[in-house]
């Protein structure tokens, strides 16, 4: 059953062909047997994953069954969950234990589904290939030489892998896109404030959102179902009401205009990788969707504009990690300036101190105006790139990733050439506009994605039209080689 998509599992499970234990037994049996060669999960805890899912079951026997309920869905260990280890991938966390649940985690208990683990992320989740991690590199299923795309990289994995259905992701730059896209599966960045981001440990707060992954389109349509709508406790959630993502799903394509910007489709997009992207696009246009170029003139300003806003917020978010209050905390500090500094020195990897670095830097006196102030500044134009555009095309699309998965370890000393791997996504966050990655395509083996871009809260839409392709198309239900049989 390790190979059923969400809609199907739950199919099975209403229809009595198995219970939620047995799919829980099944999933857990593969995480132990195959997840050593990936290392896509933190923290599994097999007794409290069989008793909710023995609770899915009572749930489902009264008659108070939702759609997710006995589902089991890997969260990426951003989130916090009340007495599991939430590690967010650093050593700095690596005790806590949160004494609550985040939104993302309490919506999804309180429709009855089922906590498998807590997935392998980059460090804070800064990166973008899951190598920057406490816990040692994700590898990706589909070549274990290669990334999985970060910082949701262990969620990638785990689903690309058939160790969990689903899973849930956070999307700061590209982090639910760019490993969906390397690990050929469906990703989806809500718009921001469609998902409560209350106890998800933050790295950069006007960007981050939370958001799902799994195989397929309507799958990503059922988890956010359960995941979106306004959240009193989090400022930032939006009121906006919340829609039944899987209504549309079924809607044609016929009349629908598709931007193309210029900018995405030049020199920096591998060949191969871009022939895959117009395949896809050719596909879309058969069903009806026009195609139309456009133009994001700021495009070549959205790096240097989010490598200034970015480590900026974590600068101010991480500071909150000091070895006072929880966390790690040095050995017999001998004063206040010690304990601070050496728990930061112990607590933190290399690309956390980088960050924080560059941040506290930008946001420093005399520097404020001229780096952040100005970055906010160019991201307001990068915004209205967007606008403009939405103007005369529904949707926007263009390639996830410059390419497929590259080498462990091929960029890990060229900070630059890995913040490159995310050019296509980060303008998204900028704009707090909703993008989902879809599978294009296989380039050597290994897959590719294709980014969809809507207006704010066009959610709906996006999904809509990623479930239309795949019903014409097949790359979604591809799985790399020696993840599919059945664990004895």
Not at 110 to 121: E, I, Q, S
Not at 217 to 231: Q, T, V
Not at 359 to 371: F, N
Not at 419 to 430: H, Q
Request: hydrophobic letters at 40%; glycine letters at 10%.
């Amino acid at each position: 059953m390790h190979d059923l998509t969400v809609a199907e599992l739950a199919q099975g499970l209403a229809s009595g062909q198995f219970s939620s234990v047995e799919i829980a037994q099944a999933f857990l049996a593969r995480i132990n047997t195959l997840d050593e060669q990936f290392n896509s999960f933190i923290t599994v805890d097999e007794d409290a994953t069989l008793a909710a899912a023995r609770l899915a079951d009572e749930r489902r026997s009264k008659g108070t069954a939702d759609a997710l309920t006995g589902i089991p869905i890997a969260h990426k260990d951003i989130f916090c969950t009340e007495g599991m280890r939430t590690s967010c991938g650093s050593k700095m966390l690596d005790n806590f234990i949160p004494p609550y649940d985040a939104t993302v985690i309490a919506r999804f208990n309180a429709v009855g589904a089922v906590t498998l683990g807590k997935t392998n992320m980059d460090e804070f989740a800064m990166g973008s290939s899951n190598e920057s991690s406490y816990y040692g590199a994700v590898r990706n299923p589909w070549d274990v030489t290669r990334v999985p795309g970060g910082s949701s990289g262990g969620s990638a994995a785990a689903v690309a892998a058939m160790l969990a259905p689903a899973a849930t992701g956070t999307d700061t730059g590209g982090s639910i896109r760019q490993p969906a896209a390397l690990c050929g599966i469906t990703g989806l960045k809500p718009t921001y404030g469609r998902v409560s981001r209350l106890g998800m440990i933050a790295f950069a707060s006007s960007l981050d959102q939370g958001g799902p992954m799994a195989r397929s389109a309507l799958d990503c349509a059922m988890l956010l179902n359960a995941m979106a709508g306004h959240d009193p406790k989090d400022s930032t959630s939006s009121a906006m009401p919340v829609e039944d993502y899987c209504a549309q799903l079924n809607t044609p394509l016929q009349g629908l205009r598709i931007g193309l910007p210029k900018e995405y489709f030049g020199d920096g997009l591998e060949a191969t990788t871009g022939q895959r992207v117009q395949n896809a696009l050719d596909e879309l246009q058969a069903l009806g969707a026009t195609l139309v170029e456009v133009s994001l003139p700021h495009s070549q300003l959205t790096v240097p504009t989010y490598y200034v806003i970015a480590p900026a917020e974590a600068s101010t978010n991480l500071s909150r990690f000091d070895g006072v209050r929880y966390g790690h905390r040095c050995a017999a500090p001998v004063d206040l300036h010690d304990l601070y500094t050496r728990t930061r020195e112990e607590g933190f990897g290399d690309e956390v101190k980088r960050r924080i670095l560059v941040g506290t830097y930008a946001l420093s006196a005399g520097y404020y105006d001229a780096y952040y102030k100005k970055a906010q500044q160019v991201r307001r134009l990068i915004k209205e790139d967007f606008m403009q555009c939405f103007d005369s095309v529904d949707l926007i699309a263009g390639p996830t990733t410059p390419g497929p998965a590259f080498a462990l370890g091929e960029k890990s000393n060229d900070p630059v050439s890995m913040y490159l791997e995310d050019v296509y996504t980060l303008a998204v966050n900028l704009a707090g506009l909703p993008a989902l990655s879809m599978p294009a395509g296989l380039v050597g083996g290994l897959p590719v994605g294709i980014q969809l871009i809507g207006p704010h809260f066009a959610e709906s839409r996006l999904l809509n039209v990623a479930h239309q392709f795949q019903q014409h198309t097949d790359w979604h239900r591809h799985t790399p080689e020696g993840t599919t049989g059945a664990i004895k």
